[in-house]
């Protein structure tokens, strides 16, 4: 056999396929779809947090719920309960017997809802409005006539012997289907769990 007669094969076809380099076509594919992993595990970590928030704000309005049950069973007295747009007061009656505050400082002091979350108080079926906030409707100051429209009244009682005025409330997050519903009945019975939004319902 001739040497001369043997052809010289390109130096690609001589290479291995594992050595051979990706395409710029290869390559933007692989940056798309780390790019979609990273999007949405950035999504999970985030709706995570979130939800964590929210089952921690739930359980915190529940157990100050049995609290202030307990309390008014211990002292004889009907502690109110009052929601805003920004939070929810405690509240019991003075010797006047006008609607104030519970407590200026201790577990049941008017606390604020954590943002971005907002309650949703329903009775009998009905949704009540919040009232505008925790500071806009406070009971009258000494020498100073009484404003009906910025007295404080209870949107929910809970009565000494353990009886409670029926409600419902969600406590949600804005455009998050999840969340959390905390109820109780007429017998003082309160209780939690999570919900699921219908479709297109989560604002």
Known sequence: M??????????SAS?????RGFTLLELLAVIVIIGIIVTFASLSIGNRA????????SKRLEQLLRLAEDEADLKGIAIGLVFSKDGYRFLSADASRNWVD?????ILRSRPLLQPFFAELRMEGRLIPPLPSTSEVE?????????????????VLLLPGGQMTPFTLDL????????????????????????????GAAR
């Not at 001739?2 to 130096?11: I, Y």
């Not at 979130?50 to 704000?57: A, H, I, P, S, T």
């Open 2 to 11: 001739s040497f001369g007669a043997v052809r010289a094969l390109p130096a």
């Open 15 to 19: 290479r291995p396929a594992f050595q």
């Open 50 to 57: 979130l939800d964590d928030r929210l089952e921690g704000e």
């Open 102 to 106: 519970y407590a200026q400082s201790g």
């Open 139 to 155: 009971a009258p100051r000494a020498g100073e006539a009484e404003d009906e429209s910025k007295k404080l009244k209870p949107q």
């Open 172 to 199: 949600k997050a804005p455009n998050y289907p999840s969340y959390f519903r905390i109820e109780g009945d007429l017998l003082g019975r309160v209780k939690r769990e999570r919900k699921q939004a219908e479709p």
